[in-house]
């Protein structure tokens, strides 16, 4: 009897949690948790085209367009660092790598009248090569990443400013380059669909492959990775010869659609890049880099900063908004991170106590 007045009294009092209540509950916010940056982008589309101060020329076939032909550049840059990033280690030099690359098709192309597939074969190679460095220094000596590819980035630019004299590679550049990046498949640009082809054989690659899964366990703890047998060097080695081949064709691209080569241009992707990452790991998996919210943040970014300069802003607001979009990425998907471990221990613990 007394067990039953309980029961009833349980059921009856406001501050009892409903299980069935707090696992919707759970399941909504998980869903919201995973889909918040397609649905700020879907809201930042719907705002700059309704505004009647942007609307007209935002909703324009030619900035549509455009929006998805130019950020094929920094999707690539950004896909190329997620798959180290999966491991656990940064690689900041992959904007650099793109910048080689673009400065050398241009350079076989106009000084040297190569032809355009031989450029763009050689451009994306030296991205292959330029990774091949990285993976060496980080994975076989054990260097610091972050370090390793700063210095890997600060000194191609350097190079590569020596090299064009801070002049961009224009002149005497074949005129049919610019055909296939101006052409369109189903009505959307060319360079945009070669970044989803990239975007879903790196997805595939890292979730759906041992090798994506040895990342993982790398990425979440290396001396247990080695100790269960993994080969984690040449795990490394490999994320840093991927990362440079996609900085390779995130170069190539950025000939093709420059018409040139220059010094500066690509290593200026480098914040948009990290922004987008980093903003890519608070959506579809949160707390971990991972490809498509990557793609999502890189648009995110891209048409924010579009929406702005229609509206009049001046250039400084595209670097105020990408840092504050760095920070904030970070910061969340920090505590997005801690959060799911709190609630992992949690269920631990109850289950323990079960």
Known sequence: MADATTAQRSATEPGT???????TRARVADVLERSGVPILLLLLIALFAAAPATGVLFRTTANVQNIFANQSVTGLIAIGMVIPLVAGYFDLSVPAIAGVSNVMVAALLATHHQPIWLGLVVGILAGLVAGAVNGVLVALLRLSPFIV?????????????????????????????????????????????????????????????????????????????????????????????????????????????SGGGDATSAVSYLFPAFAALFLGQTAITPGRPNVWGTVFGVFLVSVAVNGFTLLGAQSWVSQ???????????????????????????????????
């Not at 959307?188 to 595939?204: H, M, Q």
């Not at 790398?218 to 001396?223: L, T, Y």
């Not at 010869?241 to 390779?248: E, F, H, K, R, V």
């Not at 760095?326 to 289950?351: F, H």
Request: charged share 15%.
């Open 17 to 23: 949690k409903d299980p069935e209540r707090r696992t």
């Open 149 to 257: 590819t700063l210095g890997t980035y600060i000194l191609l630019s350097g190079l590569l400013l020596a090299y064009t004299g801070g002049e961009t590679i224009i002149s005497g550049m074949p005129p049919q380059l610019g055909q296939w990046g101006a052409g369109r498949w189903i009505g959307i640009a060319r360079p945009f669909w070669l970044l989803i082809i990239a975007s879903l054989i790196v997805w595939f690659l890292i979730t759906q492959t041992p090798f994506g899964r040895k990342l993982a366990a790398i990425g979440s703890n290396e001396n247990a990775a080695r100790l269960a047998g993994i080969r984690v060097d040449r795990s490394i080695f490999i994320t840093f010869l991927l990362s440079g081949l996609l900085g390779g064709m995130a170069g190539a691209v950025l000939t093709i659609r």
């Open 320 to 354: 105020v908004f990408n840092g504050t979009v760095l920070v904030l990425s970070v910061a969340t998907s920090t505590l997005i991170a801690r959060s799911r471990e709190r609630r992992a221990k949690a269920i631990q613990m109850e289950a323990m106590r079960g």
